[in-house]
């Protein structure tokens, strides 16, 4: 018997169907422990070293990509296509990027994804693999429109509301499995108390550890309700901090107390919710291990809290490994086997895959290693692809694309739950709601971030257009985040004759020109409305506007449901997730968690 047709007598895994809608039979029943161990008794060395791999690839097409990403594959993994990454080094993952051409529509993303199946089992050990993505919703998402978007992390957490939560991570889990991703780097349960955090802020559900622990509670039996399993990040906790983990190493000085009281809470409900994966965070924690390792390579963090402690024995997966954190103390070749030594099992995307790998299964052949603590993990990770049903039916089709994403009822759910989410934190003399018939003229200047998730924006053009389908007439004019003195008089000069602007601000600082802005366009006498499009805090940074709604995301869902909340189609119910303390005393708050107006 070869080794395929004994791997495929184990998990029921057939020869891989040459077309989307040729499936196997359904997912069935996972299987058991036993024949998962058959099967992996069965596999090579190099086979389980590539299972604990999670990696990228350039291309649309698992076989057939542009000539660019062919190019880009060479360079980087020195592969052509993701058919010869899973050929050469049998990783047991891919990750998409909308970067890296995988996420162009989905039908592509669901013919993307069966090629790499179909190339998993075309392995002497045929293995289903697991693809994954970062589809938080908010301002992090790689599967864009048509793909229904919804509101991000802090709106959810604004909205207050278990059910939407859920829902949102329902119909977005649904909506990824159909078209054949079935890990999803969600939700983030990191709590955020530092206003200038600057990788995690609105992606965090709020600051009150309680309230995010709920939501992320919501949201993993939403996804997996949905059909994917979903991950908790980041690990041990990532919401205090000041320096970007992506350019730098954080360090986290919470005493163990102050971890046990303000971050652990979200991760204890992740793991008693069924939390199928938890990322780790690439920062030191020197209260919960005093060699200051990052979080990802550390075993007192990894094995002896999150797995002894916390009781969790599911996928513990790092965050991206070409990441400056994790890179900071230690070489490439080390990072891999010391996060394997910690407690992980998903090593993913490694900067150079070539250097990782062979420092994995070298790590094995001189000991440092043993074949017995990768078994470990690969089990793991094949009791996850087996639940998800991916040994039995590991393809979509192209009727599961049609029938799921972007529905007209999933489309409409974003919408009521965006409408829920909107906050209004200022409303003098009870400004708000404006009719088209008294401020019939609206002109909409303000920063114009590139889009998050691959909605149309840019913002500006996005509220104006939503004004103008609510009857107003409406003037879009981009400004920037950064406004010069000459775009400054362009916006004062356009407000002129005009009965309303509506003003989108983007991550205020103390000397941000976009505070200038503001502050001439109130001098007017044009009644000005201000719309924080990501960050709540920049209500702390400006005066004079008669009215200010917090977004949390500049995504057109949010900002179409922000329009109907101005012209009250809608009523604000958002509620404060964080604290907003006065820009020149942060010991102030001047709008405390759990604030916001309404109309009634």
Known sequence: MTAAAAAAAVTGVTVPAAHADEQPASAGLPLSDDRLRALLSGMSLEEKVGQLFVMRVYGHSATAPDQ????????????????????????GGIIYFAWAHNTRDPHQIADLSNGIQ??????????????????????????????????????????????????????????????????????????????????????????????????????????????????????????????????????????????????????????????????????????????????????????GILREQLGYDGVVVTDALGMEGVRTKYGDERVPVLALKAGVDQLLNPPDLSIAWNAVLQAVKNGELTEARLDESILRILRLKSKLGLFKDPYVSDADVDRTVGTAAHLAHADRIAERTTTLLVNEGGFLPVSRLSHPRVLVVGADPASPSGTTGPPTTTLAGALTGLGFTATALST????????????VAAAAGQDLVVAGTYNLTATSTQRTLIARLVATGVPVVTIAIRNPYDVARTTGQRATLATYSWTDVELRAAVRVLAGQADPQGRLPVPVQDAADPAKVLYPVGYGLSYR
Request: with cysteine.
């Open 118 to 303: 179909r190339a998993g089992l075309a392995q002497a050990t045929p293995l289903p693999l697991l693809i994954s993505t970062d589809q938080e919703h908010g301002v992090v998402c790689r599967v864009g429109a048509p793909a229904t978007l919804m509101p991000g992390a802090m709106a959810l957490g604004a909205g207050g509301s278990h059910a939407d939560a859920r829902k949102a991570a329902q119909i977005a889990g649904a909506e990824l499995a159909a078209v054949g991703i079935r890990q999803n780097y969600a939700p983030v349960a990191d709590v955020n108390v530092n206003p200038a955090n600057p990788v995690i802020g609105v992606r965090s559900f709020g600051a009150d550890p309680e309230a995010v622990a709920a939501m992320v509670s919501a949201q993993v039996k939403g996804y997996q309700q949905g059909g994917v399993a979903a991950t908790s990040k980041h690990f041990p906790g990532h919401g205090d901090t000041a320096t970007d983990s992506h350019y730098g190493l954080p360090t986290i000085t919470h005493t163990r107390e102050q971890w046990t009281a303000l971050d652990a809470p979200p991760f204890r409900a992740a793991i008693a919710a069924g939390i199928d994966s938890i990322m780790t965070a690439h920062i030191v924690v020197p209260a919960l291990d005093p060699s200051e390792d990052p979080a990802t390579l550390s075993r007192p963090i990894l094995t």
């Open 480 to 491: 920037g985040t950064a406004p010069t003195a000459a775009k400054i008089e362009e916006a």
């Open 68 to 91: 660019a990403d062919i190019d880009a594959n060479l360079k980087e993994i020195g592969v052509r296509t993701a058919a010869e990454l899973i050929e050469r080094y049998h990783v």
